[in-house]
């Protein structure tokens, strides 16, 4: 038998007759032989038990019928797009068929504004410069003038993400943009996503790359409600689309990837970093496709844009009431529609929707009063140029339904864009403080020694004293008390709340550990990023806003039950109503640990920094009141945030360059030496709250420690060389307990001086913080002078 009739008999397991012996092959020889054959037959009888095992799996999934089944899906697949092609038509436009005018309602149903025309007017891509035409190309679709007006891959992915919920990612090409803005909407579907597809394949065939180009530059949404490249030019640069710069035109182009997050005017520093680059993107793909001579780009210089100019009937504020509504309009749907921000931006504004806002109108009046009557009144900017620089926000929500009651957000909205109730540029200074004490109650944390941190725990309130770690080691932070004042080496933090001491509060954010800080502070509603947990930050001189500083002290008003202050009380549009997250969410902080910081804050009101304008105010009327003031170093913020049982407000000022934007120094505000929290912004807070606060309410407080339920003592300060310390501590010791609680913390200010009382009234105990010059360096904190 051959070899290959032994390998196919082995196969079949069936025998085969043993190979002849040779006649001279001994007997020991034959027996080896032998064995192997025996050895042979029985892997061959193994083999066939295995094949009898895989036959099973292999009749089922045997190479021919899986690629079978591929090919199958891939004809069904081409098969179902030819139909899908063939009845897909192309569309009339729509895109300014929809833009109608918004509605925005007060809380009671009645008009506050009429948003109306969009802006938007057509231009001939001829009047368009060609290099400005082709920063669009490169910035979007290198490809443009070759390609078949798809990205397949792009589609697919964005077909996959839209299955799994993760929204849209980018890899359209121009051609599907357009037909998106121009034929179809906005929807993140699946059906809509095949609609494009199919339509900009006929487009493309249909209709030349220019006329595409032109459509897209026309129907694109460049942010500050400009709809076109006629409109955004205008806005951004006051010229026609003509006379547009390649530089001016990159920007524009780089402005469509994320209009609201790029718009310089608004944007935050990682912002305009980010369009920085992407501008540079821009003119370097020019570069790259032979559009742009490479000396040419070098000597570019971005281009900044000009202020924006706001629209009619927004004036007062009414403009800053319809910006946050947008914006948290735009945020919700972002969130529950998987769009993108600039999407969302395009489908909120002019598009037909009825917002009905939380604002209260008679508490609305009254804020506004309120700043006119103790700031704006007092001050004279043809006297005192600094008077300019002064800028005001405040925002005041209900505790107990999160809804934003009044807000403040400038002067004027036709004339100061920015709203300073919800900028985060400024420091909260002191105000932060709270944060710190709440944070080390709810980790139950100890002082660097060993005992249990509470309203009567005993701190140094020496004035530059080093800060230690758990091991007593030095961590290289000596913060300086307001004036450099020294409160001895046995003060309760009570009093160091009520005289806002910063090396108390140092100290005690480093024995609770500023990463549990920061992360308390992000349950109470602060936006703490990506800060590092530096001793530095327990100053305030992160950046914050007054709307974040209502949500921290409405939160612990709320008994630590979270607070997300809304001023929408209902969008609809169409007919549809647009689902709105529940502004009360869930326990973030124990009861206790926030009824113990609304405790002792109700010290500060009594015998703290706000004593003056808050406790002794003659309109209190016996309201209960808890709060914190915030001065910021070099005076650039002063801030009140406080509270009574059933209303919370913030209420911030902010120095800012009436000619540049930059923040500049409040010092000789109002002829005033400087302004602190407890000057301005608590003499504001008062005025409001003790006219639209209810009376006879009281804090409803699980908790035995702090100012509310036990007295406060204030100590007696030893003075260290300061020249002219413009204020001073209360020496008295309160004799009854503090029962109403003070302001609570502003959000974007950090500490400065504090003001000088004006002439016949007592002056009023403040704090300021003395911020790091580089807040990620503890060590480089500069002094008070």
């Not at 190979?19 to 020889?29: A, C, I, K, L, N």
């Not at 802006?119 to 082709?134: A, G, H, T």
């Not at 709203?419 to 944390?445: C, H, M």
């Not at 950090?750 to 002056?763: C, I, R, V």
Request: aromatic residues 6%.
């Amino acid at each position: 038998m051959g070899r290959a009739e032994e390998r196919r008999a082995r196969q079949r397991g069936g025998r085969r007759a043993a190979p002849p012996t040779r006649s001279s092959g001994t007997p020991s020889e034959g027996l080896a032989t032998g064995g192997r054959a025996a050895a042979r037959k029985a892997a061959g009888r193994g083999r066939k038990g295995a094949k009898k095992g895989k036959s099973g799996i292999r009749r089922f999934f045997t190479w021919k019928k899986i690629l079978g089944t591929f090919f199958g899906f891939c004809l069904l697949g081409i098969g179902a797009f030819i139909v899908m092609y063939m009845m897909i038509d192309v569309p009339k436009g729509n895109a300014a068929a929809q833009k109608q005018s918004n509605i925005y309602e007060w809380s009671d149903g009645s008009v506050m504004a009429r948003v109306g025309d969009t802006n938007r007017e057509i231009v001939d891509l001829s009047e368009v410069p060609k290099e400005v035409q082709r920063t669009f190309v490169a910035a979007e679709n290198k490809t443009f003038y070759t390609d078949s007006g798809v990205d397949l891959k792009g589609t697919a992915r964005g077909l996959i993400n839209t299955l799994s919920g993760k929204g849209k990612q980018g890899g359209s090409t121009i051609t599907q943009q357009y037909v998106k803005n121009y034929y179809l909407d906005q929807d993140q579907t699946v059906t809509r996503k095949l609609r494009e597809l199919v339509i900009s394949l006929k487009v493309d065939r249909t209709t030349s790359k220019d006329k595409i180009l032109a459509g897209y530059i026309n129907t694109s949404y460049y942010g500050r409600g400009a709809y076109g490249i006629q409109a955004a030019a205008q806005d951004y640069y006051r010229v026609d689309a003509k006379k547009l710069s390649v530089e001016q035109g990159a920007y524009l182009a780089a402005l469509l990837q994320a209009p609201s997050q790029y718009d310089w005017a608004v944007a935050s520093p990682t912002g305009k970093k980010l369009v920085q680059a992407r501008w540079n993107y821009v003119l370097d793909n020019m570069v790259g496709q032979g559009w742009l001579d490479k000396t040419e780009r070098a000597a570019m210089k971005f281009p900044v844009p000009k202020e924006p100019k706001a629209a009619p009937g927004l004036e007062g504020q009414k403009g800053y009431l319809v910006k946050l509504a947008n914006q948290q309009l735009e945020k919700q749907l972002v969130k529950t529609q998987g769009i993108t921000q600039d999407e969302a931006e395009a489908r909120v504004e002019n598009s037909g929707w009825t917002i009905t806002l939380n604002i209260d109108k008679k508490k609305q009046s009254k804020l506004e009063k309120s700043v006119k009557s103790q700031l704006i009144s007092k001050l004279d900017p043809k006297k005192r140029p600094v008077d300019k620089n002064v800028q005001a926000g405040a925002v005041s929500v209900d505790p107990k339904t999160g809804k934003i009651v009044a807000l403040y957000g400038g002067q004027d909205y036709t004339k100061h864009y920015i709203s300073n109730a919800n900028r985060t540029d400024y420091q909260p200074a002191s105000t932060f403080k709270p944060v710190i004490l709440a944070a080390a109650l709810e980790n139950g944390s100890e002082t660097h020694s060993g005992k249990p941190i509470g309203a009567n725990t005993v701190y140094d309130g020496t004035s530059k004293r080093q800060v230690v770690d758990g091991n007593g080691n030095k961590v290289g932070f000596a913060p300086e008390n307001e004036d450099d004042r020294s409160y001895g080496k046995q003060v309760t933090v009570q009093t160091a709340m009520n005289q806002s001491i910063n090396s108390v509060f140092a100290q005690m954010g480093v024995d609770v550990g500023m990463d549990k800080v920061l992360a308390t502070a992000t349950k109470l509603g602060m936006d703490t990023g990506k800060l590092r947990a530096l001793p530095a930050y327990t100053l305030g001189t992160m950046g914050a806003s007054p709307l974040q500083m209502a949500s921290v002290y409405a939160t612990l008003d709320n008994h630590g039950k979270q607070v997300t202050p809304s001023i929408i009380k209902s969008a609809e549009q169409g007919g549809s109503e647009v689902q709105l997250p529940d502004p009360i969410g869930e326990q973030v902080i124990s009861r206790e640990a926030a009824d113990t910081v609304t405790s002792v804050l109700t010290g500060v009101v009594a015998d703290g920094t706000a004593k003056i304008s808050v406790a002794e105010n003659p309109a209190r009327d016996g309201r209960k009141v808890a709060g914190k003031t915030g001065t910021s170093d070099d005076n650039l913020s002063a801030w009140f945030t406080g509270y009574t049982p059933d209303l919370v407000t913030s209420v911030g000022l902010f120095g800012e360059d009436a000619k540049t934007g930059a923040q500049s120094k409040l010092y000789k505000t109002a002829g005033l030496d400087r302004v602190n929290g407890g000057g301005f912004p608590a003499q504001i807070w008062a005025e409001y709250t003790f006219g639209v606060a209810a009376r006879n309410t009281k804090f409803d407080l699980d908790t035995d420690q702090g100012a509310a339920v036990q007295p406060t003592w204030t100590p007696k300060p030893s003075p260290t060389p300061s020249e002219t310390p413009s204020e001073t501590p209360s020496e008295t010791p309160s004799e009854t307990p503090s029962e109403t609680p003070s302001e609570t913390p502003s959000e974007t200010p950090s500490e400065t001086p504090s003001q000088s009382a004006p002439t016949g009234e007592q002056s009023t105990p403040v704090e300021t913080s003395t911020s790091p010059l580089n807040p990620f360096d503890p060590g480089s904190g500069n002094q008070n002078q």
